[in-house]
């Protein structure tokens, strides 16, 4: 331990071994004075880390050569191969941990003794009752930076393999985590198949694509893919996440620059992609969720996006109505909640219609997670906005049962 007057130790110190309970002790407090208890709340975004169970992901995958090679770089090195993440040189995950003084889900160790159900479950399970959570959505960390695969065989190989883990081990065993089956785009048929096989299964909300990748969303390869996705009536979602390998994020020298703008990049180009390419007119039945990236930058894409679209019309030729129009239609979620200028904040629910189109995420357990009362504190919004944005919204969407039996 340094001794260095200039460096100041906080205590007491979080980290992987401390209890999820211990950790979120004042979040339990908040969440009975805030009454959430009357509420219905879904956290449309929080993670698990699934490489502490990667054995058992194995398991499902379904080339026996690529299983092989996995086991023995897991044997060897305790690494997931062909899941590229943290980014080369530690410049992900490894920094979002803020040097030791607050966790990032590093691989949780804290103790889960006298239970009989899956240890990710119970983790899960005492978060959602600390922070007052009734049904949440899970996200698989590290691999959402499997966009970035150099193989799209092993993305695909992986994402199957995962998606049949995360249904059968959690979402058949607790009513109350809702999952969506990550698609791997650089391999439409699995993709598809995914769709096909995954749709109706207990737990499965939606279909995930994640943002951190370079696939064009509007290639025509992806048609039947959206198509197949609209029939079942489950939204879409596009989690974004950050990355230093990026060539624009490489001029940047700080972690702090990378996450301001790495988050909302990535969403910003393919949110632009969907639209001018007329994907919005194409599936009109399609419901699309963007993930993780805070909600300011969303006025700023539709000013954007409506000017140049009045200016050059005959570039979008499958649009009708003005790109805003279609954004106010899409879902977003609410972390990370931008909410130190109340009066930007205001203009910006406005802009997106939040009472019915903004859901509310935590995105527990990464350092800068919101509780429900970044919500419930927001002084401009009524006490139906509230609750529509806290849990009922993603009733909706999702064709959630409310109450403690969630179906």
């Known amino acids: 331990m340094t001794t260095d007057p200039r460096v100041k130790t906080l205590t007491p110190q979080f980290d992987r071994f401390t209890d999820t309970r211990e950790m979120l002790d004042h979040a339990r407090q908040q969440s009975v004075e805030f009454g959430l208890d009357d509420y219905f709340v879904v956290d449309v975004d929080s993670h698990r880390e699934p490489n502490a169970h ?9 080339n026996p050569v690529m299983r092989s090679n996995s086991l023995a770089t897991l044997d060897a090195r305790g690494t997931m191969m062909y899941v590229p993440y943290p980014a080369p040189g530690g410049s992900g995950v490894s920094s979002q941990s803020m040097f030791g003084r607050v966790p990032h889900q590093d691989p949780q160790a804290e103790a889960v003794e006298g239970v009989t159900r899956h240890r990710d479950i119970e983790l899960s399970r005492r978060a959602m009752d600390a922070i007052g959570i009734d049904v949440q959505v899970i996200f698989p960390t590290s691999l959402l930076g499997l966009g970035m695969s150099p193989l799209a065989e092993g993305e695909a190989q992986a994402a199957y393999a995962y998606n049949r883990w995360m249904i059968e081990a959690f979402c058949a065993e607790e009513p109350r985590i809702k999952f969506m089956p990550y698609l791997p785009l650089r391999s439409p048929e699995m993709a598809l198949r995914i769709v096909r096989e995954f749709a109706g299964r207990p737990g499965v909300v939606g279909f995930l694509v994640t943002s951190i990748r370079y696939s064009p969303v509007h290639d025509n390869q992806f048609m039947r893919l959206y198509a197949e996705i609209e029939e079942t009536g489950l939204p ?11 060539d624009w994020m490489k001029t940047m020298n700080r972690f702090i620059s990378v996450h301001a703008l790495s988050f909302v990049h990535c969403n910003m180009v393919h949110l632009t992609n969907w639209i001018i390419n007329g994907l919005p007119e194409r599936f009109p039945r399609l419901k699309v969720v963007w993930v993780e990236s805070g909600v300011a930058w969303v006025p700023f894409m539709m000013q954007r996006l409506d000017h140049e679209y009045l200016k050059r019309t005959s570039e979008a030729p499958l649009l009708t109505r003005l790109p805003s129009e279609y954004m ?17 904040l205001e203009a910006t629910m406005n802009a997106i219609n939040a009472e019915t189109q903004l859901l509310y995420a935590s995105d527990w357990p990464h350092w800068d997670f919101d509780l429900p009362s970044s919500i419930l504190g927001i002084r401009f919004l009524d006490a139906k906005a509230k609750r529509n944005i806290l849990g009922l919204n993603a009733a909706r969407l999702f064709n959630l049962a409310e109450g403690p039996g969630v179906a």
């Open 236 to 246: 879409l979602a596009f989690h974004a996440g950050p990355t230093w390998d990026d």
């Open 54 to 62: 990667w054995r058992e992901v194995l398991e499902f995958m379904e």
């Open 328 to 344: 106010r239609e899409m879902y977003y979620t609410s972390q990370p909640m931008e909410c130190d200028d109340h009066d930007l």
